[in-house]
């Protein structure tokens, strides 16, 4: 079998996304689906259904957005 091997900054990006996604998935839409619909019977499932989506949509983004604005800041922070 042949096994995948990344470089350790490829391997940091894709790490920190994963973190980032999920976090900020978590969160964000455990604020909305209160906001929008506070504490209903069905709450765990609406919210847990917003944030899968939420992440699928996020986690992809981050790959692509992480080291773009690391370089971004490291030109602004020299």
Excluded: E
């Amino acid at each position: 079998m042949v096994g995948l091997r990344f470089s350790g900054k490829y391997l940091k990006d894709v790490l920190f996304g994963v973190f980032l996604s999920l976090s900020m998935s978590f969160v964000m839409s455990l604020v909305l689906t209160i906001i929008n619909l506070g504490f209903v019977p069905d709450f765990l499932v609406r919210w847990l259904r917003a944030f899968s989506i939420g992440f699928a949509v996020s986690f992809p983004i981050s790959l692509i957005m992480v080291p773009l604005v690391r370089r971004i800041v490291n030109k602004l922070a020299g």
